[in-house]
Nanobody, 118 residues
């Protein structure tokens, strides 16, 4: 059974930092593309950052220079280091794992709430 479990969310003031973690089980972690998405109330879920199985990364324009995605294949964990947080970053953050050849069948975590107060 595949599980993705996010942690590290919470309440932080503007300008603060948080590190999200997503621990995976039930998959050959190193072969998967991993991503962080977020969904704010009343908005569509959007891609925040992505890291491929070869460690290539992609970021949404809104988080470039502030967020860093990384993976530790030995720990089956993907991280999202978030700095200079803004109220607009408030959302539920979700971890996703998929393979490009099977992108219609991704695995999702349950989400973790990040709230940035002004």
């Amino acid at each position: 059974q595949v599980q993705l479990v996010e942690s590290g969310g919470g309440l932080v003031h503007t300008g603060g930092s948080l590190r999200l973690s997503c621990a995976a089980s039930g998959i050959i972690f190193s072969t998967y593309r991993l991503a962080w998405y977020r969904q704010a109330p009343g908005k569509r879920r959007e891609l925040v950052a992505l890291v491929t199985s070869r460690d290539a990364t992609t970021y949404a324009d809104s988080v470039k220079g502030r967020f860093t995605i990384s993976r530790d294949n030995a720990k089956n964990t993907v991280y999202l280091q978030m700095s200079s947080l803004e109220p607009e970053d408030t959302a539920v953050y979700y971890c996703k794992a998929d393979k490009p050849a099977n992108y219609l069948n991704p695995y999702w975590g349950q989400g973790t709430q990040v709230t940035v107060s002004s």
